[in-house]
């Protein structure tokens, strides 16, 4: 019985795990995050949805917002501490959805 439910965990964290964006070092050297386009943008155990074609950002479940303008994401990728800061950004947007949904 607690074979079956070690293996019922172990299945459970396998489905937690989030697919990690590829990263990249930048022309200065800096590591740098590849931005998803066509999809969620995740970086440690968060995940963006980055536009930058409209400079707009949104987390899951959050309005969009837009990309402050002292965050970089020229050539299609950004900085994990740019990351961290969208993120936070996006997560005290709140809401439901994106504004633009309405």
């Known amino acids: 019985m607690t074979r079956w439910i070690s293996l019922g965990a172990l299945l459970a964290l396998a489905a937690c795990d989030v697919p990690q964006s590829p990263v ?3 022309p200065d050297g800096q590591t740098r995050i590849q931005i998803n386009t ?3 943008t995740c970086y440690e ?3 963006l949805d980055i536009n930058p074609s409209t400079r707009s950002v949104r ?3 959050s309005r969009t917002i837009r990309i ?3 965050i970089d994401i020229s050539g299609g990728t950004i900085s994990p501490d740019d990351f961290k800061q969208l993120g ?3 997560l005290l947007a709140g809401g439901a959805g994106s504004a633009g949904d309405r």
């Open 59 to 61: 987390s899951v479940g």
């Open 38 to 40: 066509a999809g969620l």
């Open 24 to 26: 990249v070092t930048g």
């Open 88 to 90: 936070t950004a996006a």
């Open 45 to 47: 155990t968060r995940c």
């Open 68 to 70: 402050p303008a002292n």
